[in-house]
């Protein structure tokens, strides 16, 4: 992931409504949520809500599919631990957070507690 892609990701989620369907997605699952329940949930009208998950789509931090007459909506995983792995690696020094990688190839973010006024960060 580049400054530019993390950018437009963090653009998308930096409005209420979006991070608020964001979260649910996250949520949901790699399942996902129908646009209505999202838009059910939220309290927001379904025009509103297709707005904001066209941005969220648009930002590839979410992916549609149709089933039927619905489109369901899910959490786009992989961008998001590329997110996470981006911010981790190129944005906190050492001393605050690492990732390691276990034997099943699962991401473990380890980060410290710092008292910054201290200048002391414990793991």
Do not use: W
Not at 35 to 49: C, D, F, K
Not at 80 to 98: H, K, N, T, W, Y
């Amino acid at each position: 992931m580049d400054i530019q892609e993390a950018i437009i990701i963090f653009d998308a989620l930096s409005q209420e409504t979006r991070l608020r369907a964001f979260r649910l997605l996250v949520s949901a699952g790699e399942d996902g949520l129908p646009a209505g329940s999202l838009s059910e949930s939220l309290g927001v009208p379904h025009n509103t809500m297709s707005f904001h998950l066209s941005h969220l789509s648009n930002a590839r931090i979410v992916s549609s599919r149709r089933e039927g007459r619905s489109v369901i909506y899910s959490a786009n995983f992989p961008l998001v631990r590329d997110l996470i792995r981006f911010m981790v690696r190129d944005c906190c020094g050492v001393e605050f957070a690492s990732i390691k990688e276990d034997k099943k190839g699962v991401s473990i973010i380890e980060l410290s507690a710092c008292d910054c006024d201290k200048k002391k960060c414990t793991k």
